[in-house]
């Protein structure tokens, strides 16, 4: 037993993720994210959620990776998702889906995960579960998003400072505007990258009436060798377990989600 999760609880060949922010994790006594023991292939394996939840993000990955490309807008969303390379059931029998590693690329990855959207409940939540969301930050009614976690490598002392998700419940809305200056301190050329990807993602569902998506986070990753050969910093959209999709007849934008988007670029954009 580590301090930080225990080795029997993991099926064999296989780790927790390093990078991992926010979400369910192996040392909260819940199946996390794991990839393959020391493999560098570039694939990460979330665990499928209980039903319906788990089968519906297994369910959007796939509708996405196979709609015909006539389908614009659920061919654009494709662009913004980590890349699904299908479901593994390990050795635990639990179901994964298989993803691309989004943080493997950088050098010292510096990551943010941003829950967005002024609600997090779906249409189908209990008045219990509204209750709890409501109540867990009273802030996000007003900012449309709030911060789920942080890693922030500091390159003079070679080293990661971090704010999990309990912590950054108790920000209140000044503080969050502090976490995101502190997460792009000295990186303007990050922010600079973000607030583009976050514009063009703006320009998305400001037309796209297709999904509404409830609970689901922006990542946010950027690297320190700050060299040619490194990635610029990305956003992608993940969490996918409250993600409607809507019939023709149900086609609205969602307002819900925007509302957080422009919030978060308008918070963003007085950073520069």
Not at 211 to 237: D, N, Q, W
């Amino acid at each position: 037993m580590t301090a930080e999760w225990s080795k029997e609880c993991v099926p064999n060949g296989y780790e927790p993720v390093p990078h991992q922010v926010a979400g369910h994790m192996y040392k909260d006594g819940k199946h996390g994210i794991l990839r393959e023991c020391g493999a560098a292939n570039g694939q990460l394996l979330k665990p499928v959620q209980c039903p319906p939840k788990g089968q519906r993000e297994v369910d959007f990955y796939e509708a996405v990776n196979s709609t015909p490309i006539s389908k614009s807008a659920w061919k654009e969303f494709a662009k913004w998702m980590p890349r699904f390379s299908g479901i593994a059931t390990l050795s635990d029998h639990q179901q994964y889906i298989v993803l691309e590693d989004l943080v493997a690329p950088y050098d010292n990855p510096s990551i943010m995960d941003i829950k967005m959207g002024k609600r997090c409940w779906d249409y189908n939540a209990s008045e219990e579960k509204i209750r709890r969301e409501t109540d867990k930050y009273p802030p996000q009614a007003t900012l449309g998003y709030r911060i789920g976690g942080t890693k922030e490598f500091d390159k003079a002392k070679q080293g990661y400072r971090e704010r999990n998700k309990v912590e950054c419940l108790k920000l209140d809305a000044q503080e969050v505007l502090v976490s995101l200056t502190e997460f792009f301190a000295g990186r303007g050329d990050a922010l600079h990258d973000v607030l583009q990807q976050l514009t063009q993602l703006l320009r998305l569902f400001e037309t796209q009436s297709s999904v509404h998506f409830f609970s689901s986070s922006l990542l946010f990753i950027y690297g320190s060798s700050m060299t040619k050969t490194e990635p610029r910093a990305c956003v992608r959209l993940i969490d996918f377990a409250h993600a409607y999709v809507l019939s023709e007849d149900e086609a609205t934008v969602d307002e819900n989600y925007l509302f957080g988007l422009r919030n978060l670029i308008e918070s963003l954009s007085g950073l520069q």
